[in-house]
DNA sequence: ATGAAAGCGCTAACAG
DNA sequence: CTGTTAGCGCTTTCAT
């Protein structure tokens, strides 16, 4: 016979049916097995195996997912790669992904929240079966519609006031108080910090501890030592210099993450001014980037992959038990000391 | 009538079937609404239109690819997201993806061939339309199954030997002879190199650029200058401290990555020399993290976002027309004078 | 211009 | 233990 693949479609793959045929079994029987079904005839098992494995049979995805009602695929909603923050996380979550078998579809938003919106509503495509929303812009926009769905999700670094999501972050508040708490110690009292983005939990949180930080030392809050940023560096940049023009010039700086530090350290080396000698820096996030400054930066170490892997083990959690409430697991920072940091 | 949503099913979503109802038209014309055919009354399509919007119909993906034979996706197969490199050409592939409405699958194989092989297997399982393959490991193993399934791929920054793949890539070669003519005309005559990943194209065609611009300029070739690379910063590390060794020392180090000459610099640094004063040091990517050490990384610049770019853009050409032959577009580089080099 | 009907490849009852 | 039969939601002929 010369039709060995006459049954193949243009796309050339062999299916369920080709299979069934070369192993002399319903499409059904092949089914089972391919889908390690318990009851089934071993002396049957392997003919099917055998014959899918010499067909080079792979599954259609869209087929099962289509019949089944799960995808295996899971979507990540994040701003940017182009930061070593989201690589972090992303990686994290990725190891996770992998070990569970699922796909990763990856949707940036490149900071522009109608993007965001139009994602999520793309969810409902099918594509995916959950989402990662990596610290969303504006959640509040659709998260009601997401919870409306049942859609399962976890929000990474951002915060939900309904209490109804599950969330990954870390402790924010108090690796800023203890950045802040660093440089009090090393005798430092003129301490500026830069935000990070309005609107973002994290921002306010860190603003918070910095302030808490000051007050528990008796440390007078000076709203000019107060500049907002936006996880930027340039924005660190910018700010550093209007910091650098006060007439009370500060003698350390605490940006809200490290990218706005690494403009923090271009500016202060601009100015001709040494670091830590002239001015102590430091970060928040510990991304990898932190090892190549000269000097090495001091910042606050956030566990990302760590916090891409649990967010995603959150995810699956939720797949497999829909009804389990929604949890909140804040993972702890930690103060990395390296040469940024100088007591006066 | 309560029945309002009866038809629904757990997954909650709103079907074309419920659309066809609620407008009171057969599915059928309801699916040639939404993909914009052409022969439907506009009294029935704006029917069909409110009904959609009204419900908050949103297609079924799967149900569409597989029905209508493909999926709007397109798979990247990358090493990993932990280097600025890959970083770039992501987010050229996924603008350009974006432009086009397609969606993005993400394959990390974090070097590890065995898994590059697994997906690119899965490839076939119908997720995705096409494949793009960033800097892949072991081509060879699997570009003849991709080519015989007529599936659409193209290669980022490797070689196919066969000429049968479309490739997007740099020119490594002559990146590698200006970044050595400008340390020779900077009167360097002990210039070493740290090559890049054995087996990468793009690792031997740097080198020979190396080697040639030697050549050229009457330097013999020390072999003891060139020492094995991985494109890792650890090994630029472990290789410049090997060189650091040699009683002959060299003068000046160019780095087959910018990866690996953050590790040279560090060893420099660590071996109390001055640079460039003490040793003139090149690199090869132009990644973003070039910007933040200190001094600024002079390097070769590849243009990894437009990579990505145009990589995507072979690949949709390819869909469009799958009998178009295969093409490689190699794209520019340019030299970055920055602080690391300095005229002996 | 629109409806009817046949799949796409697979899973999941339902029978035996 | 295995075969039969519905669909999953949609695109696409083929009629009308």
């Known amino acids: ?26 499409y059904s029987t092949v089914s089972r097995v391919l889908n390690g079904f318990e009851h089934v005839k071993d002396s049957t ?24 009602g799960k995808t295996n695929v899971i979507g990540l909603l994040v701003p940017s790669l182009d930061n070593g923050y989201i690589g972090e996380v992303v990686s994290g979550a990725d190891e996770e992904l992998q070990r569970s078998n699922y796909n990763m579809m990856l949707y940036t938003t490149h900071r522009y929240s109608g993007k965001e919106e139009a994602y999520v509503k793309s ?69 500026a910090h830069i935000t990070g983005l309005e609107g973002l939990q994290s921002a306010i949180d860190r603003l918070e501890g910095y302030k808490a930080a000051l007050n528990d030392h008796d440390i007078p809050i000076n709203e000019a030592y107060i500049r907002q940023g936006d996880f930027y560096g340039a924005k660190g940049y910018e700010r550093t210099n209007e910091l650098l023009e006060l007439a009370d010039c500060p003698t350390a700086i605490f940006a809200a993450n490290d990218l706005m530090a690494l403009g923090v350290i271009e500016a202060v080396r601009h ?11 430091i970060g928040f996030d510990n991304i990898p980037q932190t090892l ?29 038990n829909p009804d389990k409430p929604a949890r909140r697991i804040t993972l702890k920072t930690e103060l990395m000391e390296r040469e940024t940091c100088q007591s006066i």
Chains 1, 2 share one sequence.
């Open 292 to 320: 190549i400054t000269y000097p090495k930066l001091t910042t606050v170490q956030q566990s990302l992959n760590q916090m891409g892997r649990v967010a995603v083990k959150l995810l699956l959690e939720q797949l497999e």
């Open 1 to 26: 016979m010369l039709d060995e693949n006459a049954s193949q479609k243009k796309t050339g793959n062999v299916t369920i049916i080709d299979v069934a045929k070369a192993s002399g079994v319903s």
């Open 123 to 191: 969810i409902y495509s099918g594509l995916t079966d959950g989402l990662l929303l990596i610290v969303p812009l504006t959640p509040v926009k659709y998260l009601e519609a997401l919870q409306q769905q049942n859609f399962p999700y976890v929000l990474v670094d951002q915060s939900d006031v309904t209490g109804r999501s599950n969330i990954v972050d870390s402790t924010n508040w108090q690796g800023a108080y203890d950045a802040t708490s660093y440089l009090i110690k090393l005798g430092h009292r003129k301490i």
């Open 45 to 68: 098992r392997e003919r099917v195996l055998e014959a899918a494995n010499r067909l080079g049979y792979v599954a259609n995805l869209q087929a099962r997912s289509l019949a089944g």
């Open 271 to 281: 100015h001709g001014l040494q670091i830590p000698q002239d001015m102590s820096i």
